[in-house]
Structure formats: structure tokens, C-alpha cells
């Protein structure tokens, strides 16, 4: 038998690793909430950055590597960033050669556009619809060794738990079927988590509505460490809506769109006046506190909303379609007017985690041995800010070292498992279940989920003050209280959507005390990471990576610290 | 914000596979610019219907909520669409809202589409590579052609197109516009192209092209405006040349 792997999570970064990993002889059993076409990577508009150097610019790996270092603040270890810069023209190549539908240049090659925090054309795309074209081919290429049975795929199903021993290795997982609803454990000689983003912890975001972060958050409740939490990318355009953020690429601005509002009257391209050297192209932390102060500082949002206008009239209608058509469609389509002709307004919205689940700087795992991770849910790749179009080919190398390197481990680690623990770890999670179902207090959990986003939202994104964050605590601390009295609306047994969202709902809660603890004890700003009360830098005290551990008796995490690699590039300051 | 405005809804409902379906009706608290999906989810947090008796959360599925997931497919005021898309002050009501009818139901508005997702398979929609490893770059290709394969690689497999179908059913099995559109996608393709005669043998007998009646509704009613008519007639021009290559021999 060949050594069994299981991936939880269909985005990118989880088909990237079911790929290699499939491809070079692990069974892959892929389990996911939705069918893996329709995991959150489709929404990745702008691109993916690979210094092809096609322009004749000299961009190189090293610039590319460079720019990322600098633009996460020098938070990011080097080791695999570097790696991730060199692999990255060959990744475009191999999304070339399945098939994607990139846009070309004039001699039929593949074409290169500006993206934030770089001054190069890096970045290769698929009209305005990448992060969906990249997805596709990637799915298809899994479904080809679905038909080959390589891979299995447990579509539908909700992660619940891992299942390890008493030394903390990780012998499968624990998971229930969406629709069925019955809970079971899967044995693994290894398993990748590849569950994405977190953003339904802050209520509203660009994020899809999976992207709840609770896989994460329950592996940090049994012990795998969660690394920069505080680490949280407010994207500079996104169009406010009542169910979602619904995210303006960066690509606008990397195709010549603009940001302004009025001043006095008159148009007032602020970035462009703050940053001549990148002007709308500056990275999104600082992009988007411009915006901040612009609107709240200032007072000079549009019509007094805040909301500022990202404009792309003036630029060439046919290159726009060929360009940007995916999301002037989805502006069009949601707002009503034609971004042709009138000025988007937009908004900051959260958008990413920059931290994530703590792996390894060689091979994507975990504190826990037999547990690996790729793509948003982990922490690398980043530091403290990342920039536009590097999630792209960070799940893909995420992925693609996750999937080799968890069938090696696999292969010298076969799992040897006695039936109890996976008994046990079934038991402890029907017992959560039986709780929930026989819970008859008064609460709601949709009313506790929306004070969470609200709380999050106002005290854990763009600034950060330390009497707010404190209080922020203490507040999703009485929320954890209320949850314990919950009452579910709907006690059936089949499909019920209200049970797992409540489920979730726990995990978020817990997720969320990581990330304001984290940011309350850093007392510095660095990258998307802004506190007024200690505006600068400070390397001495803070180039550390923040390491929360569960502690079982307190119920809470516990912080420690952790040094950067930043052997290759030194340090220096970050100024656009 | 208009004070006191309401939405009135109309769902059907199942609470099985095997369950009867049944009509609900709701109303909730109107907001400028909220869509069908935001509708649900009041519905979810609040389960009561339009009489104020309790009930239980509609199921439905929803994901990217900016139409490019194809999750959130059902029928809207008789009409399948995605309902992120669909704007509530751009709908009558009371807005009925019905499960896709072409799949089997799992809850409410829940359906299962693993069919489409076995079709893909079965018509081997995919650019079969010697592997992942580094081969240098693909195959160049004019921006002309990218301009023609990008739009028909944006199918969100949202199942819209199928539900106007005349011709997909049990009986036929016809893999449908959505499928078809797929074979021609990577039948243009320069490495694709090496394989064609494979998806063009999948399509050659029950289930594939022929089952077209082209009624063409699908075309109509496809979110993405994917031109799947002219997809169909592409992939009829080259079963028609893979059928006389056959029979020739070679």
C-alpha cells in the first residue's frame, strides 16, 4: 500500500499539494466544504507574481525576493520567501502549460502588469479572473487523478479535528459530512491542512463565506502553535455591501486606475502626491491608511461617506475589457453603474491573514509531527504585510512543497496507530456535538457572530490602540461566556447549516483572543500592524514572530516569541 | 434608509431527499442594495416565517457571494441564477425562490451537482500534462486566441444553463451547454488539441452532442455570457470531421 495522505482544504494550495503528492505516489484522500472548484481561491482577481523578467526590465528572483522581504517589514524568514521567488517562474510555466488562459503580448507571450510594491511588471494574469483561472487548472489536473484514482475527494465535509497520540503526532483526522451529518475519523500517515483564509471573523470581508479560519483554530486548541496573529491585510478597494466585501483588484491601479477624492473642489490624487516614487501602486498598508486618513483625519470622503473614488475612465475601453473586464463586471453587476464611465467608490476591507498555523522553515509542518500546512492558514511568505499578487504563488509553492514533503514523512513515519485515540477523538467530538444540539440557553449565535465582526473590525484592523484592544478582549472573553448559553434554532440531524456555523462560531471566538492578544502586546508598528501610540519600528524588541500556544487550564493563549531569519537581506527602513 | 420596509419571500421548501417539497413564506427587514443572499442569511439568524412562528433556517448554498464560485445557482422568480447576483430592488415580489429542479434536492435549497462535476470527468476536460515538473514554458499562443478560449474558461459550473434545458435529464443523459463549452475550450488548446479525439469520442454516443435540440436557451440565460451556442456548433463541426476521419480510417 502506498503511504496515505489527507489534504483538508481544495484552494490552491491544497490541490497544488494533492498534485505533487498524488503524482509522486501518495493515496490522497481531498476533503472539503464545498466542491474544490468552489473554494475561496476563485476570487484572486489581479495576478501572480514571477520575475520572468519579459520586459526587459532586469527584475530577477532576488528583486522579487527583495520587494517581499521589504514589503513585509522584515518580518518574513528568508529561507523559504527566497525559495518561493526562485520557483516562481517555473510555476507560471507549469499553469502555462495546463492550460491557463493568461493574457498575451503581441509575440504570443505571456504578458506581465504592475502590482503593488514593486516597480516592475511581475506580475503574469488571466484577464481580471486569475485566482478562478489558476484554480481551474489546478482542478483539473486533480480531477484527472480523481479518474485515474489517485485521489479521492470527500467533498461536503466539515474538518473537525485532528487525531494524535499522547506525543502529539498526527494520525488522521476527525471530519462530518455536511449533508449526512454523521462524524468519523480517517486514518493518514500524514495530513496537510490547506483551509484558507479567516475573514468571517471580522464579520464582513472580502472574504468567501467559508474563510472562517475554525480548522486553524481548532488544531490551535490541540496544540499546534498559531504564529502572528495580529498580522491582518485591510485591502485599500473593496465595495462595502450588507453580506460581503466584495474586493476591487489592485489590478485597477497596476492598469493606470487612480485614487482620488475632492479637495477644495478639485480632484486630489493623494497617493500620487504622498508617493510619487509608487503612487496608486504603493503597498496595501500603506495604501490603505492613506485611505484612513484621508476619510477620518481629513474628513474629505466622498459626499462625507467613507468612501474614496478609484477611477479608471480614462483609460482605453478595450484594454480595460481584455484587462479588467472580471471585476468591472462584478462593480457593474452589484453597484449598477458602469465603471467605464463614472468613478468606483470604494473602501478598505480585511483581507488577509499574513499569520497563520507556525510551520517549519524546510517543509511546511507543523509543531506537530505528521501535521503540515500550505497556503493562507499558515503563517510564512509574508511578514507583516504582503503584497498584492504573492498569495497567488504561495499557495502553489506552499502547496508544492507541503505535498512531497508530507509523502516522505509518510513514507518513514507509516502510522501505527491503536484504534483508541481515533475512538476517543470521535467520542470528544460527538460529545461537542451533543452539547451543542442539547443546549437550551437564550443566546443567539448569529447575534454573537455579528458582535465579533463588529469588535474586530473597529479595534483589530487598520489602527490599533492598546486601552481598545484590551477592551476588545474582554469583550469576546463575555462573548465566549454568552456562546456557553447558546440555543440552536434548528436541531435537526440533516444539513443543518445553523449547527456547523455554530460550531465555527466557537473556534472564531478562540481565533480571534490570538489575534487581539498578539496585537495588543506588540508594542510597535511594523507592516499592517499600526499603533499610534508606537508609531515606529522597533526592531531591537519586536523582530520576533509571535507564537500563541493554547493553554488548556487558562482556557486562552499563551505568547512566546521567536527570532526572524534574516540572514540574506539586512534589515533597513521601510519607506515608499 | 427607508424605515420599516419589508421583503416578502416565498421559498420552497424540503426538509429530505425523500421529503415533500413545501411553500414558506417570509418577510424581512429591507436594506438598500442587500440581494437574495442576504435575504437567507436574515432568515437564518431569525428563523420565523411570515405568520411569526418559528421555524427553521432555508439551507442553501453560498460561497464567494461575487458570482464566480457558481455555488449560490436557484430559481429565482422562475428564472435559475446565481442569488448573490440577484438584487432584490430589481425583483418582484413576493420573490419566489425554488432549488434548481434538474438536480436531486438534498435540503431546502441545497442540490446535489455532482453530475456536472462527473461529466467534466467523463469528457476528460483537462490538458493531460507529462507532470508537474519544470518544462520550461508552455505553448506560445496569439492574444487573438487567448481572446476567444478566456471567456469560455470562465464557466463557474453553477448548473443555470441545465436548468433551461430541454434535453437534460435522466433519460438523455445529456452532458449539457456547460460540458460541451468545456470540450471546445481545450480542443483549442495547442496541447489540448493532441488529445481531442478523446473528448470527441466521449461525446459521440448517448448523452453527448447529438442530444442537443438546440433550443438554445442556455446561451440566454448563462451568467458569465459564455457564447455556448456557438461551442455547441463548434463541437458538432468537429465531431462531424472526427466521424469522417474515422470512417476513412485514419
Not at chain 1, 176 to 199: C, E, K, N, S, Y
Not at chain 1, 399 to 426: C, K
Request: charge should be neutral; hydrophobic fraction near 40%.
Amino acid at each position: 500500500m502506498n503511504p496515505k495522505i489527507i489534504i483538508v482544504g481544495g484552494g490552491l494550495a491544497g490541490l497544488a499539494a494533492a498534485l505533487k503528492a498524488a503524482e509522486q505516489g501518495a493515496q490522497v484522500e481531498l476533503f472539503s466544504l464545498v466542491p474544490v472548484k468552489r473554494s475561496h481561491s476563485v476570487c484572486a482577481q489581479g495576478g501572480i507574481n514571477a520575475a520572468k523578467n519579459l520586459k526587459g526590465e532586469g527584475d530577477s528572483a532576488w528583486k522579487h525576493f527583495d520587494d517581499t522581504i521589504y514589503g513585509g517589514d522584515f518580518l518574513a524568514n528568508q529561507g523559504l520567501v527566497k525559495r518561493m521567488c526562485e520557483a516562481a517562474p517555473a510555476i507560471i510555466d507549469l499553469l502555462d502549460r495546463m492550460g491557463v488562459q493568461f493574457n498575451r503580448t503581441p509575440e504570443g507571450l505571456l504578458d506581465f502588469r504592475r502590482f503593488g510594491g514593486t516597480l516592475y511588471h511581475r506580475t503574469a494574469f488571466a484577464g481580471a479572473t486569475t485566482g478562478q483561472q489558476l484554480l481551474y487548472a489546478l482542478d483539473e489536473q486533480v480531477r484527472r487523478l480523481e479518474a485515474e484514482g489517485k485521489i479521492r475527494k470527500f467533498e461536503h465535509w466539515e474538518f473537525l479535528s485532528a487525531v494524535l497520540d499522547e506525543q502529539g503526532r498526527c494520525h488522521g483526522i476527525c471530519a462530518q459530512d455536511l449533508h449526512g451529518m454523521q462524524v468519523r475519523t480517517f486514518p493518514a500517515d500524514a495530513v496537510i491542512i490547506a483551509t484558507g483564509g479567516v475573514g468571517a471573523i471580522f464579520g464582513k470581508s472580502t472574504n468567501s463565506i467559508v474563510c472562517t479560519g475554525s480548522a486553524q483554530s481548532a488544531l490551535y486548541q490541540q496544540g499546534a502553535w498559531y504564529a502572528n496573529g495580529e498580522f491582518i491585510q485591510v485591502h485599500p478597494t473593496a465595495i462595502p455591501g450588507e453580506d460581503k466585501l466584495r474586493l476591487m483588484s489592485e489590478s485597477a491601479r497596476g492598469e493606470g486606475g487612480r485614487v482620488w477624492v475632492y479637495k477644495d473642489g478639485k480632484p486630489w490624487y493623494f497617493l500620487e502626491e504622498w508617493y510619487p516614487k509608487y503612487g496608486n501602486l504603493v503597498p496595501r498598508d500603506v495604501a490603505t491608511r492613506a485611505i484612513h486618513k484621508v476619510v477620518f483625519e481629513l474628513g474629505l470622503g466622498i459626499d462625507g461617506q467613507p468612501a474614496v473614488f478609484l477611477d479608471v475612465t480614462h483609460l482605453d475601453p478595450h484594454v480595460l475589457d481584455a484587462k479588467l473586464g472580471g471585476i468591472l463586471e462584478i462593480y457593474e453587476k452589484f453597484v449598477g453603474d458602469d465603471p467605464h464611465k463614472v468613478p468606483m467608490k470604494v473602501f478598505p476591507g480585511m483581507h488577509y491573514t499574513m499569520g497563520g498555523l507556525w510551520v517549519d522553515n524546510e517543509r511546511q509542518m507543523t509543531n506537530l509531527p505528521g501535521l503540515f500546512a500550505a497556503g493562507e492558514c499558515e503563517y510564512q511568505y509574508h511578514g507583516a504585510n504582503r503584497l498584492g499578487a504573492n498569495s497567488l504563488v504561495s499557495c502553489i509553492f506552499g502547496g508544492f512543497l507541503a505535498g512531497p514533503a508530507a509523502l516522505e514523512y509518510a513514507r518513514n513515519n507509516r502510522t501505527d496507530a491503536g484504534s483508541h485515540i481515533f475512538d476517543q477523538e470521535l467520542r470528544r467530538q460527538q460529545a461537542i456535538n451533543d452539547r451543542l444540539y442539547a443546549a437550551a440557553g437564550e443566546e443567539n449565535p448569529f447575534t454573537i457572530w455579528r458582535e465579533l465582526g463588529r469588535l474586530m473590525t473597529e479595534h483589530c484592523t487598520v489602527v490599533r490602540h492598546n486601552d481598545k484592544l484590551r477592551l476588545a478582549d474582554r469583550q469576546i472573553e463575555d462573548l465566549l461566556g454568552r456562546y456557553q448559553r447558546i440555543r440552536l434554532s434548528d436541531t435537526t440531524r440533516w444539513t443543518n447549516q445553523t449547527f456547523f456555523f455554530t460550531r465555527q462560531l466557537y473556534n472564531m471566538l478562540q481565533l480571534a483572543r490570538v489575534m487581539v492578544q498578539g496585537a495588543l502586546a506588540r508594542d510597535e508598528s511594523r507592516g499592517a500592524h499600526y499603533k499610534p501610540e508606537f508609531p515606529e519600528r522597533n526592531d531591537e524588541r519586536w523582530l520576533k514572530t509571535t507564537l500563541a500556544q493554547w493553554d488548556e487550564a487558562a482556557a486562552a493563549p499563551r505568547l512566546s516569541y521567536q527570532d526572524v531569519d534574516t540572514s540574506q537581506i539586512p534589515l533597513r527602513a521601510r519607506k515608499y | 434608509m427607508a424605515e420599516g420596509k419589508i421583503v416578502r419571500l416565498r421559498i420552497k421548501r424540503q426538509s429530505g431527499p425523500q421529503a415533500a417539497p413545501q411553500w414558506e413564506d417570509f418577510n424581512v427587514a429591507y436594506r438598500p442594495g442587500m440581494n437574495v443572499i442576504v435575504a437567507l442569511m436574515d432568515i437564518a439568524a431569525q428563523p420565523r416565517n411570515a405568520e411569526g412562528q418559528p421555524t427553521t433556517s432555508v439551507s442553501y448554498e453560498a460561497n464567494c457571494l461575487e458570482e464566480v464560485c457558481g455555488a449560490c445557482a436557484m430559481v429565482i422568480n422562475g428564472r435559475p441564477r446565481q442569488a448573490c447576483s440577484a438584487l432584490i430592488d430589481r425583483l418582484e415580489q413576493p420573490i419566489t425562490i425554488e432549488p434548481l429542479s434538474r438536480f436531486p434536492v438534498v435540503r431546502d435549497l441545497v442540490v446535489n451537482r455532482q453530475r456536472l462535476f462527473n461529466d467534466l470527468k467523463r469528457v476528460k476536460a483537462w490538458i493531460p500534462i507529462d507532470g508537474s515538473y519544470d518544462l520550461g514554458p508552455g505553448p506560445r499562443e496569439s492574444a487573438a486566441d487567448q481572446e476567444t478560449a478566456y471567456p469560455l474558461s470562465r464557466c463557474i459550473s453553477c448548473g443555470n444553463c441545465l436548468e433551461v434545458c430541454p434535453q437534460y435529464n435522466d433519460k438523455t443523459g445529456f452532458v449539457g451547454a456547460a460540458v460541451l463549452s468545456q470540450v471546445r475550450l481545450f480542443n483549442l488548446h495547442p496541447t489540448g488539441k493532441l488529445h481531442a479525439g478523446e473528448r470527441l469520442d466521449a461525446l459521440s454516443g448517448p448523452g453527448g452532442h447529438q442530444e442537443c435540440g438546440f433550443a438554445q436557451n442556455c446561451v440566454n440565460i448563462c451568467p458569465k455570457d459564455i457564447p455556448l451556442t456557438d461551442s455547441i456548433s463548434a463541437v458538432g463541426r468537429q465531431l462531424i470531421v472526427h466521424a469522417v476521419r474515422q470512417a476513412l480510417g485514419s
